[in-house]
């Protein structure tokens, strides 16, 4: 990491003279960076370490959501006669709104009565549009509840995935915040201190006398 922030810190930013602005550059690029040349050592690491964090948590909810979605149509092939090859979401959207093909295509003629209850067309239409190719039959509601599970797990897991996506874009954007506002009070005896964490967030001031 030294190797690349000297890099950063080398290049020729259309900045004029700011010192501010080149901190703030190198912390957004990568967070921590100019705090740890500039001598804030504990700060920058933990901005450091809020990236491997966030990147780490990232991969593995991401991997755990792709092994749910293994798991989830090996079992519904294995226990409801579904097609593992199919993509389509909506197919395995469907297998997880009613246990059995023909409760769906009920589900979907109610719906579509419910909508359109004096015009025959448009209800065909309707069920047209929202029939997914494919058939499964769970015999049990306890299969089919097991089903619905790791879809649920699944939907967890990304959810997960993008709040860590969400920790390493706000850990660039305070680590550079806090670089250039760091830079401009270093002569005035204030401190300006941020921490970001995948749950909280602080911001802080603090005046030396």
């Not at 448009?122 to 299969?143: A, C, H, I, K, Y």
């Not at 699944?154 to 874009?169: D, H, K, Q, T, W």
Request: charged share 20%; glycine share 4%; aromatic share 14%.
């Amino acid at each position: 990491m030294n190797l690349l922030v000297s890099i950063i810190f080398s290049l020729n930013l259309p900045f004029g003279s700011s010192p501010a602005l080149k901190n703030a550059v190198m912390s957004l690029v990568i967070p921590g960076s100019s705090q740890i040349l500039n001598g804030s050592k504990i700060k920058g690491y933990s901005f450091v370490a809020t990236e491997i964090f966030g990147i780490l948590g990232n991969f593995y909810y991401t991997r755990e959501a792709q092994k749910f979605v293994e798991r989830y149509k090996t079992y519904a092939y294995t226990v409801a006669g579904a097609n593992p090859e199919i993509s389509d979401e909506d197919y395995w959207d469907a297998i997880e709104r009613r246990r059995t093909r023909e409760e769906y295509i009920e589900y979907l003629w109610r719906l579509a009565r419910s909508y359109y209850p004096t015009d025959p067309a448009r209800q065909q239409d309707f069920v047209n549009s929202r029939m997914v190719e494919g058939t499964w039959s769970f015999p049990t509601l306890e299969e089919w509840f097991s089903y619905r599970k790791m879809r649920r797990q699944e939907r967890s897991s990304l959810s997960n995935a993008s709040v860590m996506v969400g920790v390493i874009i706000a850990n660039h954007i305070f680590s550079a915040l806090d670089a250039f506002v760091s830079t401009k009070l270093a002569a005035r005896k204030v401190s300006f201190e941020t921490r970001v964490g995948p749950w909280t967030s602080s911001v802080s001031l603090t005046y030396r006398f």
